[in-house]
């Protein structure tokens, strides 16, 4: 028998959202493995088609990313409609995934939650950069030949989703001085109904 941690909501939508290289796969994995919930993450979709059906120009690299977050939105329909919580991470754009993503928890009476990593543009661009120029991700990215656009794409970028909910902001400028447990004690009081000052 699967306990849940609400006790008011079928299920909850735990959105880690942020700038590229703002540590938003690392806090959305442990809070998974920390909280035994299914965790979605758009690139490793997209690493997946990558792999199954190749890759080219920037343009391609757009569409299988454009076809990863449909797929994300059906996974996480998928485990809400069926009472289970979910987390999904992307660098989620507030103006195309709001809608999407506060309807996909209206539809399932879900909880949500949003967890926003932020750190200053100087900050992530040049940890993209250290990533990309050390071969750290899937060479389907392209990150290498999307550099010189990354910094000027990265400024004064909106971050939070109008999805309702409550909101945990995350100062990731500094890896090592990220308190995970404190982070996932406030997640748990939000799911249980209770508030950590």
């Not at 959105?15 to 909280?35: F, H, Y």
């Not at 035994?36 to 088609?49: F, N, P, R, T, V």
């Not at 902001?169 to 997640?187: C, G, H, K, M, W």
Request: include cysteine.
């Amino acid at each position: 028998m699967r306990l849940r941690l609400t006790k008011n909501l079928m299920a909850w939508l735990i959105i880690v959202t942020g700038l590229p290289a703002a540590g938003k796969s690392t806090l959305a994995n442990r809070l998974a493995e920390q909280l035994g919930i299914s965790y979605i993450s758009k690139d490793a979709i997209k690493e997946i088609l990558f792999d199954a059906l190749g890759w080219s120009d920037r343009q391609w690299s757009q569409r299988l990313g454009a076809a990863s977050i449909e797929l994300m939105y059906y996974f996480a329909r998928t485990a809400l409609m069926s009472g289970g919580s979910i987390i999904l991470e992307n660098t989620f754009r507030p103006d195309l995934a709001s809608t999407r993503l506060s309807d996909l928890a209206r539809q399932a009476n879900a909880g949500t939650l949003q967890i926003i990593c932020r750190a200053s543009t100087e900050t992530v661009y040049r940890r993209f950069r250290q990533r990309a120029e050390a071969g750290l991700r899937h060479p389907g990215h392209l990150d290498l030949q999307i550099l010189d656009g990354t910094k000027a794409a990265l400024e004064n970028r909106p971050l939070r989703l109008d999805v309702g909910g409550d909101v945990i902001e995350v100062d990731t400028t500094d890896f090592s001085a990220l308190n995970y447990e404190s982070i996932l004690a406030q997640v748990k009081a939000i799911m249980e109904g209770s508030y950590v000052e």
